[in-house]
Antibody, heavy 121, light 105 residues
Framework: EVQLLESGGGLVQPGGSLRLSCAAS????????MNWVRQGQGKGLEWVSTISNDVHSTYYADSVKGRFIISRDNSKNTLYLQMNNLRADDTAVYYC??????????????WGQGTLVTVSS | DIQMTQSPSSVSASVGDRVTITCRASQDIAKWLAWYQQKPGKAPKLLIFLASTLQSGVPSRFSGSGSGTDFTLIISSLQPEDFATYYCQQSSSFPITFGQGTRLE
């Protein structure tokens, strides 16, 4: 059974940093591209970042480029999102989502339950 | 960036109804479109990818069509568990973008 378990969310002050983790199981992690998608309270889905299965390619939404870093450790079956210089508008539930394979164009077939990040003083 | 526009933003329907949701891309995305269902407090669920391919385990009352810039999600006979918010998503190019959502109530 595929499982994606996010952790690391919480309350952080503006300008602060946080690192999210997503522990994956039930599939061959190193064979799948992975993503972070967020959703503000009462708002729609916003794609944040994607990383290729082999780590060599990363992509970011303009809203987080230069502040967030996506990474993965295929030996630990874990996806990460390092979030720096956080702003109030980064407040959201952050979901880890898996692609069906190494490609980027077939949607996200499994999602974690999400972890809440709140940026506030 | 490719803008995705869904319509309607909300729709009121009853069990047994046929429901149609449309999604328009601001430029040609071929068939690189997915549809998701999201219930309150839950993660999104993939329904359809490649515009018309049903994800494994998704009931056949869901169907998708379209290519280029215009896409449609149809629920042929609405069931009680289908009341949710639906999103389209393009993955033709980065940045990946979602539609604003359609609330089915």
């Amino acid at each position: 059974e595929v499982q994606l378990l996010e952790s690391g969310g919480g309350l952080v002050q503006p300008g602060g940093s946080l690192r999210l983790s997503c522990a994956a199981s039930g599939f061959t992690f190193r064979s799948h591209a992975m993503n972070w998608v967020r959703q503000g309270q009462g708002k729609g889905l916003e794609w944040v970042s994607t990383i290729s299965n082999d780590v060599h390619s990363t992509y970011y939404a303009d809203s987080v480029k230069g502040r967030f870093i996506i990474s993965r450790d295929n030996s630990k079956n874990t996806l990460y999102l390092q979030m720096n210089n956080l702003r109030a508008d980064d407040t959201a539930v952050y979901y880890c989502a898996k692609n069906p394979g190494g490609g980027f164009s077939f949607g996200h077939d499994y999602w974690g339950q999400g972890t809440l990040v709140t940026v506030s003083s | 960036d490719i803008q995705m526009t869904q319509s309607p933003s909300s729709v009121s329907a009853s069990v047994g109804d046929r429901v149609t949701i449309t999604c328009r891309a601001s430029q040609d995305i071929a068939k690189w479109l997915a549809w998701y269902q999201q219930k309150p407090g839950k993660a999104p669920k993939l329904l359809i990818f490649l515009a018309s391919t049903l994800q494994s385990g998704v009931p056949s009352r869901f169907s998708g069509s379209g290519s280029g810039t215009d896409f449609t999600l149809i629920i042929s006979s609405l069931q009680p568990e289908d009341f949710a918010t639906y999103y389209c998503q393009q993955s033709s190019s980065f940045p990946i973008t979602f539609g604003q959502g359609t609330r089915l109530e």
